[in-house]
């Protein structure tokens, strides 16, 4: 950040956590909105897929190991559908009252899955709808980023393995280019999108989230 920034209300705020499956950003999200709440800050927690009822049945369809046959331009159309449900369904109604939106996993989720993961051009399949999308883009979004041994070990401790969903079944090379995909965004984004190093303890890596919070709004 650069120094002598105006710091900004959180009031209205966006704030999105993105990362590889593992990597601990729902717990990260959760925690960061609860401390906000404790501040008196009126939070909206959301996640996607699955942030409103309509968003909840589209989950169980995308992340369905059975569904392998599911077609990437359907996957890709089902996961804006449900982001044009969230959006108008509950994101903007949220801002516009001034709400602070904590959201677990947003459109840079789709860039970095289903465009580098998956290879797809998102302008070809859905052009209008990503464009949409990009005019409610967050103001800042904390981009977990955690090896693949380490997620992957996380996900073992919870218990959870390959066939608890669709895409945790998906290939290293597809996790691998996730990941990039993640870090391309990265680059291509460095006043919105902060890196954290997920690979320490929760502890401090909520630590690591409210410095960087501080930063750049007035709390």
Sequence with gaps: MAAGRKKRSLKGAFITFEGIDGCGKTTQARRLAKALRKMGVAVRETREPGGTQIGRALRKILLDPGNSRLAADAELLLYLADRTQHLTELIRPALK?????????????????????????????????????????PKLTFWLDVSLEAAKRRMGKRGRSGADSRLDGESRAFHERVRRGYAVLYRENPRRIVRIDAAPGEDEVAAAIWRELEKRYDL
Aim: hydrophobic content about 40%; some cysteine; glycine content about 12%.
């Design 97 to 137: 009252a001034g709400e602070t939106v904590v959201c677990d996993r947003f459109h840079d989720a789709t860039v970095a899955y289903q465009g580098s993961g998956r290879g797809l051009d998102l302008k070809r399949v859905a052009g209008r709808i990503t464009a949409e999308i990009a005019r409610c883009a």
